[in-house]
């Protein structure tokens, strides 16, 4: 056991491993400090290999959700949302919630049916929202609430999805699960429409003690329920909506959920970017061009996620790194032999390693992604990988290099030693 022990851990294998990631931290600060490679740094920071369990549905068939229907209210007034709610409300769903922030009272007579038509709902869930009232933006100091008027008729939950960085284009993976601000604690507005169904569930949830939860997602508008504008207050008129047809879809003990998706469904709200975000879902998880999910639909899918109790897990920093750190000195302990014994080969089977691993590694973790739904951070281990052939090279021929010539001055200084010996005698 010792003999093996010595023969794996030698001193240039942890210096060459420690050399490779910091050849690591070294790229990463050059992308963080210069920023004409901004781009580059954000095209890598927004791209996931696991978006391809998604994008191409690399997992188990998707069931459709039949509990949860969702409810388009377009570009209506406060006074169409009012008709709205009220149609819903005749049939008794389980609950329903509004993804809209009422903050501000607008004309009286419409808000007074708004009012109205709300205090209908048994179980009315409304928008909140995690803010900022000072310059530091390292954590929320504010909740909003809808206005005073409305949200006394309901319970609320934080709307904010998170899109990492300032840009449009980044897509939407994960959800804020609770905050604390001051001495008000307040959960997701999903899980707060999931409470009303199961609190069991939700304590569950929130149990796993995670600020910040993935989103398992089951798929767009598609897999739910979905009524337009027109299936709940029929079409437009000169004179005003004409008469109500029946809403195509019994609500009774349903779990409703209202919001913005495009002024009508169709083509055209397709293309609008209001309230509407990027997810893994999208066809183009590489080169994204229109956002392809609206916020009431990725709130839906929190929803679902969390009745039927199927989380996203994710490795922790620490089994990351040391995933990183492990394949990446096994590699060189070996690239070493074939560097020190068949020094002829060693390109040619370092380079095919190195393809083959890399390869494995995120095919592995797409396939754990989608199976087990449990999110590898495989992407240090995969570039530790793939630099440390090269960085190995770099080592061995400076380290060699800096050591033979250590070697050469200390036999030139004992050779003049023992010169000096042989003279005074």
Excluded at 127 to 146: E, H, N, P, W
Excluded at 194 to 208: G, M, P, Q, T, W
Excluded at 352 to 364: A, K, P, R
């Amino acid at each position: 056991m010792f003999r093996i022990l010595k023969i794996v851990f030698k001193a240039d294998y942890i210096y060459c491993t420690l050399t490779v990631f910091a050849f690591m931290l070294g790229i990463q600060q050059v992308l963080e400090r210069f920023s004409f490679l901004n781009p580059i740094d954000n095209a890598l920071t927004d791209f996931e290999m696991t978006d391809i369990v998604f994008a191409n549905g690399i997992r188990d068939p998707q069931t459709p959700d039949t509990n949860i229907v969702l409810v388009n209210f377009g570009n209506l007034s406060r006074r169409g949302i009012a008709r709205q709610i009220e149609l819903i409300a005749h049939q008794k769903p389980k609950v329903l919630g509004i993804d809209c922030s009422f903050r501000v009272l607008k004309k009286p007579e419409d808000d007074s049916l708004l009012e109205a038509a709300m205090s209908k709902i048994e179980n009315l869930v409304l928008y909140s929202k995690l803010d900022f009232k000072g310059d530091k933006k390292d954590a929320f100091d504010t909740i909003v609430y809808c206005h005073p008027r409305f949200a006394r008729h309901g319970k609320s939950g934080f709307c904010n999805l998170i899109t990492p960085g300032p840009s449009e284009y980044v897509a939407c993976r994960t959800f804020p699960s609770k905050d604390r601000v001051g001495d008000k604690n307040e959960i997701a507005f999903g899980l707060q429409i999931a409470k009303i169904i199961d609190s069991n569930k939700v304590k569950k949830f929130l149990d796993r003690g995670n600020d910040v939860e993935l989103i398992n997602f089951k798929g767009n508008k598609e897999m739910f329920y979905s009524l337009d504008v027109t299936d709940i207050l029929g079409y437009e008129d000169e004179s005003g909506f004409k008469s109500e047809s029946e809403i195509p879809i019994n609500l009774k003990d349903k779990i409703v959920i209202m919001g913005f998706m495009g002024e009508y469904f169709g083509p055209q709200s397709e293309k609008t970017r209001e309230d509407k975000f990027h997810t893994p879902m999208n066809p183009n998880y590489a080169g994204k061009a229109y956002p392809d999910m609206f916020g009431v639909v990725i709130h839906a899918n929190i929803v679902s996620m969390v009745l039927n109790e199927t989380p996203m897990n994710k490795m922790g920093d620490f089994a990351r790194i040391f995933l990183a750190i492990f394949l990446c000195y096994l590699n060189v302990v070996f690239f070493f032999y074939v560097h020190d014994n068949h020094p002829s080969w060693y390109d040619l089977v370092v380079k095919t390693m190195q393809i083959v691993e890399v390869i494995l590694i995120l095919f592995l973790a797409v396939v754990v992604y989608g199976k087990y739904r449990y999110q590898m951070e495989v992407s240090l281990a995969a570039i530790a990988v793939g630099l440390c052939g090269d960085v190995l090279e770099v080592y061995t021929g400076a380290m060699y290099n800096i050591v033979g010539r250590f070697k050469d001055k200390i036999k030139t200084l004992v050779l003049k030693m023992r010169t000096k010996k042989q003279i005074a005698k």
